[in-house]
């Protein structure tokens, strides 16, 4: 539980949740507008046969009318903002934060080590390019928390949504110090730690930040998750929650996305 600087904290951790928690792409850049809806191809012909008889009159064949299928269209902000976390979805004592924005601010992290530049690009940028629609929400539990907030992005297929994961997966692993910097609260040495995913979605992978004994900002632990439904991905952030409230709202997470985006979730996996 974190017992100072509270204000700055809590207003930080939705903050958090879209930018360490939208899985970019390593190297790439903002996120991509809505795409959209993908043509159908030309319907397939055959050519003319001739008869096999030289005597008869030739005949042809009618060209085929059967079209390729016609690609989905691309998921919406509307359509995951449907799927995010509700209240009823999270144990009672749950309120929605009003501000889930950036305007005010955000935490940024660094670090000199360049096994760390990947982490450092993932947990400064907004949201994961090559997807083609992102929503948030945050909440939290009472003024000492806990804080909880996710990020849904969409991509045009579940490939890329693999990819994003076994990027943040990857990068994750390769990084064990940084530093973070909060406006009005100061900056701290951080050290990073792979943890056990929650077993729901796919590919899912996660991590925990905790500050260095001492610092500006002693106390601080955040627990990182992001997990696979299809072609979304599903990010969450949890300040201040016990291991079992993790795992709950993680699955009641992939549940929400799965009923309303009618995505199947697949075997749970972690990379």
């Given at each position: 539980?974190?017992?100072?600087?509270?204000?700055?904290?809590?207003?930080?951790?939705?903050?958090?949740?879209?930018?360490?928690?939208?899985?970019?792409?390593?190297?790439?850049?903002?996120?991509?507008?809505?795409?959209?809806?993908?043509?159908?191809?030309?319907?397939?012909?055959?050519?003319?046969?001739?008869?096999?008889?030289?005597?008869?009159?030739?005949?042809?064949?009618?060209?085929?009318?059967?079209?390729?299928?016609?690609?989905?269209?691309?998921?919406?902000?509307?359509?995951?903002?449907?799927?995010?976390?509700?209240?009823?979805?999270?144990?009672?004592?749950?309120?929605?934060?009003?501000?889930?924005?950036r305007d005010s601010g955000q935490p940024t992290f660094s670090a000199s080590a360049a096994a760390c530049r990947d982490l450092v690009s993932l947990l400064n940028t907004p949201a994961p390019p090559g997807s083609v629609a992102d929503a948030t929400v945050g909440f939290s539990g009472g003024q000492d928390g806990p804080f909880?907030?996710?990020?849904?992005?969409?991509?045009?297929?579940?490939?890329?949504?693999?990819?994003?994961?076994?990027?943040?997966?990857?990068?994750?692993?390769?990084?064990?110090?940084?530093?973070?910097?909060?406006?009005?609260?100061?900056?701290?040495?951080?050290?990073?730690?792979?943890?056990?995913?929650?077993?729901?979605?796919?590919?899912?992978?996660?991590?925990?930040?905790?500050?260095?004994?001492?610092?500006?900002?002693?106390?601080?632990?955040?627990?990182?998750?992001?997990?696979?439904?299809?072609?979304?991905?599903?990010?969450?952030?949890?300040?201040?929650?016990?291991?079992?409230?993790?795992?709950?709202?993680?699955?009641?997470?992939?549940?929400?996305?799965?009923?309303?985006?009618?995505?199947?979730?697949?075997?749970?996996?972690?990379?």
């Amino acid at each position: 539980m974190i017992s100072t600087h509270r204000p700055a904290l809590r207003s930080a951790l939705p903050l958090l949740a879209l930018g360490a928690l939208a899985l970019p792409a390593l190297g790439a850049c903002g996120p991509a507008a809505s795409a959209s809806s993908a043509k159908a191809t030309s319907p397939a012909t055959s050519p003319a046969t001739p008869s096999a008889t030289p005597s008869a009159t030739p005949t042809t064949t009618a060209p085929s009318t059967t079209a390729a299928p016609v690609a989905a269209a691309p998921r919406t902000a509307t359509e995951l903002t449907s799927a995010l976390l509700g209240l009823s979805d999270l144990p009672t004592g749950y309120s929605v934060e009003k501000d889930t924005g950036r305007d005010s601010g955000q935490p940024t992290f660094s670090a000199s080590a360049a096994a760390c530049r990947d982490l450092v690009s993932l947990l400064n940028t907004p949201a994961p390019p090559g997807s083609v629609a992102d929503a948030t929400v945050g909440f939290s539990g009472g003024q000492d928390g806990p804080f909880v907030s996710e990020q849904l992005s969409a991509f045009p297929g579940a490939s890329g949504a693999t990819a994003v994961l076994r990027s943040l997966d990857a990068a994750a692993g390769a990084c064990d110090k940084a530093t973070i910097s909060m406006p009005g609260s100061g900056s701290a040495a951080v050290t990073i730690a792979q943890v056990s995913p929650p077993q729901a979605g796919e590919h899912a992978t996660a991590f925990r930040v905790t500050a260095a004994a001492g610092s500006a900002l002693e106390g601080f632990e955040v627990t990182f998750v992001a997990t696979q439904v299809g072609d979304v991905t599903a990010a969450l952030t949890f300040l201040g929650a016990l291991p079992d409230e993790v795992d709950g709202a993680t699955q009641a997470a992939v549940d929400k996305v799965t009923e309303k985006l009618g995505a199947a979730s697949g075997s749970a996996s972690t990379t």
